[in-house]
């Protein structure tokens, strides 16, 4: 079976193709165009033709209903495009299969229409401010306007984040230039075609192309078609794209980043202990570690019925049976000599000093957990690494995080309620900017501050007519007594 892994316009015609087998009970063939930077500048222009005859003028409630039929489609267990994302994407990325199918159900429920409404709520007094002015509260009225093409840079280490970006444009109305990353260019074609089950025209104004990343014959065209860029992926794709991009074009990146857990003595009783130990493992093993939101430390609090050293112990003992449920995708050489050489390095140490322990899978790099007897915070090299730092007292040491403000993402938090706000201002002052529950890390919410920024507001331009003019002008009226 033949399976695109683009989406344009059908003004938009492609003839060469490279192709990848995935193997199965039935073979799939993945077809990748070749593109040159003359299809670039053709797919862009189409999806910004279509976006003005047709999107342009849609009010955003007829948008987010749009969006919710498909995503209906989606929560069905027998929809064709689902079951062929279930079955695909673990060949195509190597997470389990399980996973994948339990969180990408959670997943599309996050854009539901009562979710999608209480997302434009959070950043707009008056969503329909997109359609046309509206009455501010100084006096006066403003609309906003979203940019007429974004193009988007996808990461492909974790399914679905194409979508948020694909569906924050729609409801500002933009066309979008989508390129995927070859590690996972499948979904959002698939969201793509869902859109067009509902609506031909919306789904016209989306162009999803992979390529490979630097290709500045590729990328140099669909930034100049863009009046905004947004970029996921690696520090090092942000660099390498920021010089590109002019200064008057908005730029949004969504880089490296660390997140982390802090547990609190009080939730180290008998009656929580292995339950958060378990939500944490879930926190660690989704994805493999691969999303900016999983944690890499975690700081666990002297005092309570079991001490950091056994919540180390057990946390290992945990992914061990994790890992036989649901196990790790299969990593590079160089990512399994990564773990070896962090796990080489803590065992010389706990010679050595006897301040550290290692606990790691017994025949491959399927997980390892570092335990530091003195405070400390460390990134990991992922794939279910986690490091694991015994503390006198989380206020006190959440300073430890502070060096590393810019890189700081979410922190999963479980302490007692009346530790929660001052808990919350601490880190908040020291660069994080989503705190959670634990078990819920990979989960964010509707309406959350990605980076600490806002979604739609920072890519939209307002303009505002001042509360004079409507009076002054009622001058030129010729009925006007």
Not at 371 to 390: A, C, K, M, Q, T
Request: glycine share 6%.
């Amino acid at each position: 079976m033949e399976i695109s892994v683009f989406h344009v316009p059908k003004s938009v015609e492609l003839t060469d193709f490279n192709e990848q087998i995935i193997h199965g009970a039935t073979d799939y063939v993945l077809k990748y165009p070749i593109l040159t930077n003359e299809k670039i500048k053709e797919a862009a222009n189409a999806v910004q033709v279509n976006r003005d005859q047709y999107l342009a003028a849609l009010p955003v409630y007829e948008i987010v209903k749009k969006i919710d039929l498909a995503i209906q489609k989606w929560l069905d267990p027998e929809y064709p495009l689902r079951k062929l994302a279930e079955k695909l994407i673990p060949s195509i990325t190597g997470y389990d299969a399980e996973m994948v199918r339990l969180e990408l159900k959670r997943y599309m429920r996050t854009f539901r229409k009562k979710e999608l409404l209480r997302f434009l709520d959070e950043e707009f007094d008056q969503p329909a401010m997109l359609d046309d002015f509206h009455p501010r509260k100084s006096g006066g009225m403003s609309r906003a306007y979203g940019p007429r093409t974004i193009f988007h840079i996808f990461s492909g280490n974790v399914p679905g984040v194409q979508i948020w970006s694909l569906v924050m444009g729609l409801l500002l109305k933009s066309a979008n230039l989508g390129k995927t990353s070859t590690s996972e260019p499948l979904l959002p074609v698939l969201f793509a075609k869902s859109l067009a089950e509902v609506d031909e025209r919306l789904a016209e104004t989306i162009a999803i192309l992979p390529w490979k990343g630097g290709k500045d014959n590729l990328e140099e065209p669909a930034i100049e078609s863009a009046d905004a860029i947004i970029v996921y992926g690696s520090n090092e794709t942000v660099q390498n794209v920021r010089p590109k991009v002019p200064s008057y074009k908005k730029f949004l990146t969504y880089g490296h980043k660390i997140s982390f857990a802090m547990i609190g003595k009080e939730v180290l009783t008998p009656d929580h202990y292995y339950e958060t130990i378990y939500k944490l493992v879930e926190d660690i093993a989704i994805y493999d570690q691969q999303s900016c939101l999983s944690p890499q430390t975690v700081f666990v609090e002297k005092g309570g019925a079991i001490n950091p050293k056994q919540f180390a112990q057990m946390l290992a003992a945990e992914l061990e049976r994790y890992q036989k449920k649901r196990p790790r995708a299969k990593v590079s050489d160089e990512e399994a000599m990564t773990i070896q050489k962090l796990r080489n390095r803590y065992q010389l140490e706990a010679i050595q000093h006897g301040k550290v322990l290692v606990y790691a899978s017994p025949t491959d790099t399927s997980w390892t957990v570092i335990y530091h007897d003195v405070p400390g915070f460390e990134g990991s090299p992922l794939n279910r690494s986690i490091h694991v730092f015994s503390s006198e007292n989380l206020e006190k040491d959440s300073v430890l995080i502070k060096p590393f403000e810019q890189y700081i993402q979410s922190c999963g938090l479980a302490v007692k309620p009346n530790r929660l706000f001052k808990m919350a201002s601490l880190l908040g002052s020291y660069g994080v900017n989503r705190i959670c529950s634990i078990g819920e890390m990979n989960r964010a919410k509707p309406g959350w501050h990605h980076d600490g920024g806002f979604n739609l507001l920072d890519l939209v331009r307002i303009t505002d007519i001042e509360r004079n003019v409507e009076h002054d002008l009622e001058c030129y009226d010729p009925d006007v007594e």
